[in-house]
């Protein structure tokens, strides 16, 4: 990970303040992977669970680093600033929460287990026509990168919308204490990343972290999520659901073709497509922009000109094949959605599924990976092509259609080659160390 450092005199002021050590050189920018190093970079040598940034210090000062934060030295090196720290990952929070501390603009903190991403995407999007919007870039959502997206906050922004991951117990609550969000959204809570936390209360708890935050801010709140629903909320509340109770109450409508349509509040809103994953994500981004103050005339208009982000639903056609790429990542509950949206989909041909397997389940995987057959089985695709160790339970739950599993993705690929008919609708999902998009690359670019 690396970002560019516009204000290298106020950085080294900040640095000062808090490490009690000042930079000898200016930065231009922070670096944590030594391969992106550039000249004038400070390296930030991380000791994660594979690799010990510090094994890298040589490789960054000939790249030509200014500085690099350690825990230890290296004394073989002498033209490159070492700053001794106990531990570089917290004194870069320390840094960045002091560097957030500069602005009074909204923070908004999004977590969640599914959505995350494409949320902040959208919100991101409907906001822009009102404000200069600052907002987590890529991957930079973890306690690495999540201090390096605050940095990149100046005075031309307006609002900064900061996702927040989590892979194991207490990992919102340390990302909140450095971003200080005043705004919070938990998309919904299911079992992702199970591995990490054992069970879905533990991932309540840990994203419930985020409203526990925001003593002086304000929650929005899914009353249609029981786990959310639950979770207590110390600061002002606002909520939306399927129920009329809530501040932002939704009904969803089918039209004929499919596509779904929201009555948000007593306002119509032509989604414009047929993934229900989707239109929810329009509706907590809606409770949101609306709070903040946008009309619901530029929301709707916003929202007419926004593409979903790469490999999230992302609807492609090749010639008369119509492929729903959702390859970015997948877990049980996105999986299911990603399957009604298939099914929902509108127009003859048939349904075919391409599933690679989803990691970090632990003890859970195999059960997960069956339910995910189960699912096929009900809606009775037309065939199922599955790849990985755990699909493999995967297929062995369907008993009607065509249905194969593969070793190897070049097999998939050919198969799926020769059996592509006209007006097939192909939906391709997995988790992100499958990269399930090259088979379809494999499939309609090779």
């Known amino acids: 990970m690396r970002i560019d450092i516009k204000d290298s005199q106020k950085f080294n002021q900040i640095f000062s303040d808090v490490l009690e050590q000042s930079l000898t050189n200016p930065i231009t920018g922070i670096v944590t992977d030594s391969r992106e190093c550039q000249e004038g970079d400070l390296y930030i040598a991380l000791n994660g669970e594979r690799v010990d940034g510090h094994c890298f210090l040589e490789t960054v000062n000939d790249l030509g680093a200014s500085s690099a934060l350690v825990s230890t030295a290296d004394t073989t090196i002498h033209s490159m600033q070492q700053i001794v720290v106990e531990d570089p990952l917290k004194a870069i929070g320390q840094i960045a929460n ?6 009074s603009i909204p923070i908004i903190g999004i977590t969640g287990s599914n959505g995350k991403t494409s949320t902040k995407e959208l919100l991101s999007h409907v906001l ?3 404000f200069s919007v600052h907002a987590t870039k890529g991957n930079f ?3 690495i990168g999540l201090p390096l997206t605050l940095l990149t906050l100046d005075e031309s922004f307006g609002i900064s919308i900061i996702e927040m991951g989590a892979n194991r117990p207490g990992d919102i609550a340390y990302l909140c204490e450095i971003a200080e ?3 919070g959204l938990i998309t919904n ?9 054992g069970s879905l209360n533990m991932i309540a708890q840990t994203k419930g972290a985020l409203f526990a935050s925001l003593e002086k801010g304000i929650s929005f709140v899914n009353l249609a999520d029981e786990k959310i629903k639950s979770i207590p909320v110390v600061g002002e509340k606002i909520t939306f659901g399927l129920t009329e109770t809530c501040d932002f109450p939704v009904d969803i409508h089918q039209e004929k073709n499919g596509d779904l349509t929201l009555t948000i509040d007593s306002e119509e809103i032509q989604t414009k497509s047929q993934n229900l994953s989707f239109a ?3 509706i907590s981004t809606a409770s949101i922009a609306i709070t903040l103050g946008l009309s619901w005339g530029s929301f709707r208009e916003n929202l007419r000109s926004f593409s979903p ?22 877990n049980l509950s996105s999986s299911l959605a990603a399957l009604d949206y298939l099914q929902a989909f509108s127009g003859n041909g048939r349904r075919i599924f391409v599933f690679g397997d989803m990691f970090e389940l632990g003890e859970s995987a195999k059960a997960q990976h069956k339910k995910i057959g189960e699912r096929c089985n009900l809606i009775g695709l037309d065939a199922v092509y599955t790849i990985g160790d755990e699909t493999v339970f995967t297929d062995q739950m369907i008993d009607n259609g065509f249905h194969q599993h593969f070793d190897e993705k070049e097999a998939l690929v050919q198969s799926l080659k020769e059996n592509l008919q006209s007006g097939d609708k192909i939906l391709v999902k997995g988790s992100r160390g499958m990269a399930m998009e090259k088979i379809i690359s494999g499939v309609f670019q090779s």
């Open 141 to 143: 959502n973890t306690s």
């Open 98 to 103: 002091a560097w957030r501390k500069q602005f």
């Open 309 to 330: 982000p790469s490999g999230r639903c992302q609807v492609k056609q090749f010639e008369d094949i119509t492929v729903i790429d959702d390859t970015y990542n997948a």
């Open 189 to 197: 809570i299911s079992p992702a990343h199970l591995a990490g936390f």
């Open 128 to 130: 822009k026509s009102s």
């Open 181 to 183: 969000p005043t705004h």
């Open 280 to 282: 929810k994500n329009i």
